[in-house]
């Protein structure tokens, strides 16, 4: 009977979880559109403190918790349930309730819809259904210093909304929209807003940047180093708004000229660490530069033969701080590499730090988003 149940459980969360088609921006009441963020995943504890909190059993309606005041109570992973305060109920999924309209989730303050699930029977998920401005606002101070131009921090709320909206018709069959990890912009709920941040949102609430009518995938990166790359050359598809261009803006950022110093036999540890079959590297070149100069292909000369590597790769075995572009030269000498470079990040879409330097000669976040992004329109969608 229970496993009859399960089954049926599961069967429900499968058409939950990939059946249903979400509405394309799906208004809340004041037509703002609602993202569905993963906010916590890989976990399987979360302590909740907050006022009133209720924790109802999505497929059923069932209340499986509720206390009046202040609570603060733990949620984990249980086979085929969740147990709550050590308690276990056969509910593959819970939406959580509270007054006040903010929750505390492992020390994140979060507000609006909030869903927890079981995900394999060892890992909760979390997801946070929140309308897109909160959501932006949460994100402009994540994403750039508050005490920046407003004229850049606008820049940057209309660039995160439209990335958003991007990412959503994307996963318009999925659970969530954003993973909120390295590859998504990261949300760190509530407690990174401030009045800045605000103002820059509401100063261009429901703004978006559009190419041929429909959201841009709003790329951008924290210093170009000279000049921003063409998408092209950085992730293989070509986008007419993500062109190369010359950003004399970012020359004064911090770290805009890096150096980095690596051994051959750290070069080898680290490769062998993501799986490489090697045990030696005997030497290391570049093959390969964009139209831009950044590194599309370096050669490993390993004990086991030839390693071709794209920038991006390399990058990640070395370490995304460590390699900070792919906008570098080398010198090697006896087992050394001597790394100098430039920039930091992708180089794709807007440079925030020249972001930052057209701001304060005066740009305009329309001038500023232009510059970046062409033959683009800023639209009002709400
Ligand atoms: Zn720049």
């Known amino acids: 009977m229970l496993n009859h149940a399960s089954r049926r459980g ?25 993202v569905r963020v993963k906010v916590f995943h890989d976990v399987s504890t979360l ?34 349930g969740i147990s709550v305060n050590n308690a276990v109920y056969p509910a593959r999924m819970v939406t959580l309730v509270f007054s ?13 819809h909030l869903e927890i699930a079981n995900e394999n029977n060892r890992d909760l998920i979390v997801v946070n259904a929140i309308n897109l401005e909160s959501y932006v606002a949460g994100l402009v101070n994540a994403e750039m210093p ?11 709320a209309v660039v995160a909304r439209t990335y958003a909206l991007w990412q959503k018709d994307r996963h ?3 659970y969530y929209d954003m993973e909120n990890g390295v590859m998504d912009q990261v949300y760190k709920g509530v407690d990174s807003e401030n009045n800045r941040g605000w103002a820059a949102v509401n100063a261009t609430r429901g703004q978006i940047i559009t190419y ?14 000279g000049e921003t790359e063409n998408s092209e050359d950085a992730i293989g598809y070509k986008y007419p708004y993500l062109r190369a261009v010359t950003c004399n803006f ?31 590297v005997d030497g290391f070149s570049i093959l390969k530069r964009s139209r831009t100069q950044r590194v599309m292909t370096a050669r490993v000369v390993t004990n086991k033969g030839l390693i071709d590597l794209d920038g991006v790769t390399l990058r990640g075995i070395i370490g995304f701080d460590r390699l900070r572009s792919t906008l570098f030269w080398i010198k090697v000498s006896g087992n050394t590499i001597f790394f100098h470079g430039r920039g930091f990040g992708h180089g794709v879409g807007m ?5 930052y330097g057209m701001a304060k000669k005066g740009s305009t976040y329309r001038q500023i988003i232009h510059y970046y992004y062409q033959h683009v329109h800023i639209e009002r969608l709400y």
């Open 10 to 34: 599961l069967l429900f969360l499968y058409i939950v979880l990939f059946m249903i088609p979400a509405p394309l921006y799906a208004a809340t009441g004041n037509g703002v559109p609602e």
């Open 47 to 80: 302590r909740i403190e907050g006022h009133d909190v209720r924790l109802i059993d999505t497929y059923r309606n069932l209340y499986i918790f509720k206390n009046r005041g202040i609570s603060s109570l733990v949620v984990s992973v249980a086979n085929n």
């Open 100 to 112: 006040d309209g903010m929750v505390r989730i492992n020390g994140k303050l979060l507000r609006g």
């Open 146 to 156: 508050h005490n920046w131009p407003i004229e850049a921090l606008e820049a940057q």
């Open 172 to 174: 318009l069959d999925q």
């Open 212 to 225: 041929d009518g429909k959201p841009i995938l709003a790329m951008y990166h924290s210093i170009c180093g």
């Open 250 to 280: 970012c020359r004064f950022a911090p770290h805009y000229f890096w150096k980095y110093t690596l051994g051959f036999r750290t070069l080898a540890y680290r490769m062998i660490a993501k799986g490489y079959n090697l045990s030696e």
């Open 351 to 355: 440079c925030q730090w020249g972001a």
